[in-house]
T-cell receptor, first 112, second 113 residues
Framework: QQKVQQSPESLIVPEGGMASLNCTSSDRNVDYFWWYRQHSGKSPKMLMSIFSNGEKEEGRFTVHLNKASLHTSLHIRDSQPSDSALYLCAAMTNSAGNKLTFGIGTRVLVRP | EAAVTQSPRNKVAVTGGKVTLSCNQTNNHNNMYWYRQDTGHGLRLIHYSYGAGSTEKGDIPDGYKASRPSQENFSLILELATPSQTSVYFC????????????FGPGTRLLVL
């Protein structure tokens, strides 16, 4: 069964700073990665997805993917207090039939 | 974004009682999923469905049943609730393509006493 490891477990970032989150899959056949953001007491909301090697940027958020190392990272620049949340990495392999495996998450706190 | 609703939003049940959690989606997604979220474990898949009439076991199905009577509705059933099933339960829906995103409902907070 695929495992998804996230690091660090928690992160404190000053307002305006950069947050960097990491995620690695144990399955060499992983095909897709997602990053979800979950504010306290709310449900996970898809933030970004990445399926091909390289980088993808959307506003203040950038994701990287290196399929050879099964590693993806999420970077948040100019962090805002509203970015304080639990960030979940999820991975899927085509052979697993549209099932996602989630990491435990990285809790980000942005201090004003 | 996909619209997924869940009911009830909060539930207190007694040990040994039957609990039914309901999920409805209005975006005609074929796939639906039930997860539970616990501190230290993240989101874990309980049951999922590929369409009306189909249910499949996820990673932690013991103690749970599922029912998909229609494209829109997917229920999670705890026949004999136990305190270890106290958790937050999320329903999600998604398409059948490999890169299709799953969209989550607001969650149900279940306390089994």
């Amino acid at each position: 069964q695929q495992k998804v490891q996230q690091s660090p477990e928690s992160l404190i970032v000053p307002e305006g700073g950069m947050a960097s989150l990491n995620c690695t899959s144990s399955d060499r056949n992983v095909d897709y990665f997602w990053w979800y953001r979950q504010h306290s007491g709310k449900s996970p909301k898809m933030l970004m997805s990445i399926f091909s090697n390289g980088e993808k940027e959307e506003g203040r958020f950038t994701v990287h993917l290196n399929k050879a190392s099964l590693h993806t990272s999420l970077h948040i620049r100019d962090s805002q207090p509203s970015d304080s949340a639990l960030y979940l990495c999820a991975a899927m392999t085509n052979s697993a039939g549209n099932k996602l495996t989630f990491g435990i998450g990285t809790r980000v706190l942005v201090r004003p | 974004e996909a619209a997924v609703t869940q009911s009830p939003r909060n539930k207190v049940a007694v040990t040994g009682g039957k609990v039914t959690l309901s999920c409805n989606q209005t975006n005609n997604h074929n796939n639906m999923y039930w997860y539970r979220q616990d501190t230290g474990h993240g989101l874990r898949l309980i049951h999922y469905s590929y369409g009306a009439g189909s249910t499949e076991k996820g990673d932690i199905p013991d103690g749970y049943k599922a029912s998909r009577p229609s494209q829109e509705n997917f229920s999670l059933i705890l026949e004999l609730a136990t305190p270890s099933q106290t958790s937050v339960y999320f329903c999600a829906s998604g398409g059948t393509g490999g890169g299709d995103t799953q969209y989550f409902g607001p969650g149900t907070r279940l306390l089994v006493l």
